[in-house]
């Protein structure tokens, strides 16, 4: 395996991992610290959209990593938007019901 490969393979590793696992990471942390701790109003749901877009562009940071073109990039991001965001909302309503018991 040449270097330029393997380097190819870990970007492919790290790009993957960051679309995956950042945006929940993120979202857990600050629907745990916000309804914990009563740091701000959440109840506007102001709060709760601009963590919306903060974690989306966690995940966005992932498709900076990843070892394709820029047209590709482009297209992957079009797409990851929306899909990330619908996912991160089930998963925020789930989250809080679950745990906290605020179920809609």
């Not at 395996?1 to 380097?7: D, H, K, L, R, W």
């Not at 916000?34 to 562009?57: E, K, M, V």
């Not at 619908?86 to 018991?101: E, P």
Request: net charge positive; with cysteine.
């Amino acid at each position: 395996m040449a270097v330029n490969e393997g380097a190819q393979r870990f970007r492919h590793i790290i790009g993957g991992t960051t679309l995956l696992v950042a945006p929940f990471a993120v979202t857990t942390a600050y629907l745990w610290l916000s309804r914990t701790y009563d740091l701000w109003n959440w109840q506007t749901g102001t709060p709760d959209f601009l963590a919306l877009g903060a974690n989306i562009a966690a995940g966005l940071v992932g498709v900076l990593v990843l070892p394709m073109g820029r047209v590709s990039r482009a297209i992957v991001a079009v797409v990851y938007i929306p899909i990330s965001a619908g996912v991160l909302i089930y998963w925020s309503l789930s989250y809080v019901c679950g745990v906290f018991g605020a179920c809609l």
